[in-house]
């Protein structure tokens, strides 16, 4: 893989969804697994949801429930659906590659970055 770019961002009320994508640019997009992960001012970047490369999920306890994470390794995208957003879901959400069997608490371990989307959930 060589690039990352987020899309979808953007600000929305509590209990109002958003959909990220991730496109992927380069090859071998399946042998790596996707992730999404969240940072605020002040504090380290948190995995919020990693896609392996067998398409088993994890997330961020928080995020359970009602984020869901997918692939689509024909057109190297990976997508994460967020509904019931609460005003702590806010943050810069980073799109990410790493080694094919990771989970969402393997942040050190990725090594591709998207440059970020951001999301704010206000009323």
């Known amino acids: 893989l060589q690039q990352l770019k987020e899309s979808g961002g953007g600000s929305v009320q509590p209990g109002g969804s958003l959909r990220l994508s991730c496109q992927a640019s380069?090859?071998?997009?399946?042998?790596?697994?996707m992730g999404w992960f969240r940072q605020v001012p002040g504090k380290k970047r948190e995995g919020v949801a990693v896609?392996?490369?067998?398409?088993?999920?994890t997330y961020e306890g928080s995020a359970e429930g009602r984020f869901t994470i997918s692939r689509d390794n024909s057109e190297n995208t990976v997508f994460l659906q967020m509904s019931d957003l609460r005003p702590e879901d806010t943050g810069l959400y980073y799109c990410?590659?790493?080694?094919?069997?990771?989970?969402?608490?393997?942040?050190?371990?990725?090594?591709?970055w998207g440059q970020g989307t951001q999301v704010t959930v206000s009323s």
């Open positions: 380069g090859n071998l997009f399946h042998s790596y697994s």
């Open positions: 896609i392996d490369g067998d398409s088993n999920p």
């Open positions: 990410a590659a790493g080694p094919f069997y990771s989970t969402y608490e393997d942040v050190q371990d990725f090594h591709l």
